[in-house]
């Protein structure tokens, strides 16, 4: 591929997807010369919380893995440097790994600013050349033209197709339907309410609005500003939300799951317990 400037393609592995609080457990990148050199930097990072059971699984690094590593303030010159100010790119780096690096960089008092920088999203390309549509889907999975598309009888027959197919692909006929529950958006989980006001992180509760939204645990806003929450308790906020409230602050949490999570569902627990 010929590039006229030094291009650097970027990777990171993190906690969770959560942009303002999850942490770096690796970052890779590769820096591309014009004259076709290539360097390559890879390091393992300490996120100085547990990685999730469900994230070790998914890229096979658990906290004995990461324990010796550094933290990323303790690297964060090096990868700035690396970068240097070559062009960027990546795979859905504009919505997650560039937001996340800048906020890491940040907190390690270097300043970063992705959106100075010429970024190439590999995602973004794709997506925008090539169809997703439930008729692509369907030439993809049933090798059939999908005839008066937008019909809804006719989508909908097709999507029947789609799902049965993919039953076949990706799990087995006689598991049924239940083979694609692996696939299912279970985002909801990471929330304690149903109107997502309130999520769990690192066996926490965040609130998700207002002027303490992605900055301090529902404990540490008892310690600092009780007469915000008391505000909540008194404003249009869910029964759920002022239920929580109220239990904090009586000293009462609820007790994440096994998972570092929580549902509204979960008992309470006193905070010093």
Known sequence: MKISRTLVVLDLETTGTWVERDKIIEIAMIKCFPDNRQETYVRKVNPGIPIPFVISQLIGLTDADVKDAPAFKDIAREVLSFMGDSDLAGFNIEK??????ERELREANLQFCWRDYRVYDAQRVYHLNEKRDLGAAYKFYCDKNLDNAHCALVDTQATLEILATQVA???????????????????ADDFYDKGKRIRWWNGKLYIMFGKYANRYSLQEIVE??????????????????????????????????????????????????
């Open 224 to 273: 600092k500003d009780r007469p915000y929450l008391q505000w909540i308790l008194s404003a249009q906020f869910s029964d759920e939300v002022k239920d929580l409230v109220e239990n904090a602050l009586n000293g009462r949490f609820p007790e994440p799951s096994e998972k570092g999570k929580g549902s509204a569902d979960d008992h309470c627990i006193r905070a010093d317990h």
């Open 96 to 101: 997650f790994d560039l937001p996340l690096l």
């Open 169 to 187: 692909k990706y799990g087995n006929a006689d598991g049924g339907l239940e083979c694609l529950d692996k696939y299912r958006y279970k985002g």
